[in-house]
C-alpha cells in the first residue's frame, strides 16, 4: 500500500459479500499509532491486505481489479467465488478483526451494505 497522506484518525478498512462470499474491500487512511514508516499497525494491515492481493493473482487464478493510491487501497473481484479466492479474503479479514480487537481505536473494520448487482462498490 502505498504512503498514506490522509488524517491520522485510523484505518478504515470496509468489505462487501454477495451470496455470502467477498466480493472486494477498501482500505482507507492511516492508523496513527506511530510516524509514518514506523507504524507496526499500519505495517501488520499493509503485509495482510498486499499478501492477499498477491495470493489471489499468484494462487487462485482470479483476476481481481486492484487500485493503489495515495488515498485507498481496493480490491474488486467478478469472480472470486471459488474456495480458494475465498479462503484467501477470510483469511484476510479474519486478520485485520485481530489487528483491530489488539489494537483498539487504530482500525475500524465494517462490512458494507450487501450489493445486489456488479456495479456495487464497497
Known sequence: ??????????????????????VGFRVLGHAGFAASGQDI???AASALVLSAAYGLRKHCAVRP???????????????????????????TISGLQ????TYPGYIKIRQAK??????SRV
Open 65 to 91: 481489479k486492484i487500485s493503489d493510491t495515495a488515498n485507498q487501497f481496493r480490491i474488486d473481484l467478478s469472480n472470486g467465488d471459488s474456495p480458494q479466492a475465498q479462503a484467501v479474503l477470510e483469511t
Open 98 to 101: 485481530a489487528i483491530a480487537a
Open 1 to 22: 500500500m502505498k504512503k498514506s497522506r490522509s488524517r491520522k484518525n485510523g484505518l478504515d478498512i470496509t468489505y462487501e459479500r454477495r451470496r455470502g462470499a467477498i
Open 114 to 119: 450487501v450489493a445486489t448487482d456488479r456495479k
Open 41 to 43: 499497525v499500519c505495517a
